[in-house]
């Protein structure tokens, strides 16, 4: 059992920054792969990133691209979002996930977060 909690949301201003994090409880951290998925009011959860158990060859959305970069540190159970150059519509409730192999579907994650909400509005 994995038990994740993620914090580091809030208002930003359009062009803005922010730094989402996710600490996992227990030893088997290194051992998922991680992922962070968002969900804005109304509309289906959507895959963001997704980074595998070593750090390799971590997965964007084509939406956030060049903006947003996932890493991971796994000595301190923590899984992080690096968020830049935000934009309104990247407002929604964040979410990471853990699962055993790199998916964009979140079907295939066992373990949520209960999320962090993003906002951001001039």
């Known amino acids: 059992q994995v038990q994740l909690v993620e914090s580091g ?10 730094r989402l994090s996710c600490r996992a ?4 951290f290194r051992s998922y792969a991680m992922a962070w998925f968002r969900q804005a009011p109304g509309k289906e959860r959507d895959f963001v990133a997704v980074i595998s158990q070593n750090s390799d060859s971590p997965t964007y959305a084509d939406s956030v691209k060049g903006r947003f970069a996932i890493s991971r540190d796994n000595a ?3 899984l992080y979002l690096q968020m830049n150059s935000l934009k309104p519509e990247d407002t ?3 979410y990471c996930a853990a699962g055993s192999g ?3 579907v979140s079907r295939m ?3 949520w977060g209960q999320g962090t909400q993003v906002t951001v509005s001039s």
Do not use: D, F, I, M
């Open 25 to 28: 409880s227990g030893p088997t």
């Open 9 to 18: 949301g809030g208002l930003v201003q359009p062009g803005g920054s922010l």
């Open 102 to 104: 790199r998916s964009e």
């Open 92 to 94: 929604a409730v964040y």
């Open 76 to 78: 301190l159970n923590t």
């Open 109 to 111: 994650y066992y373990y």
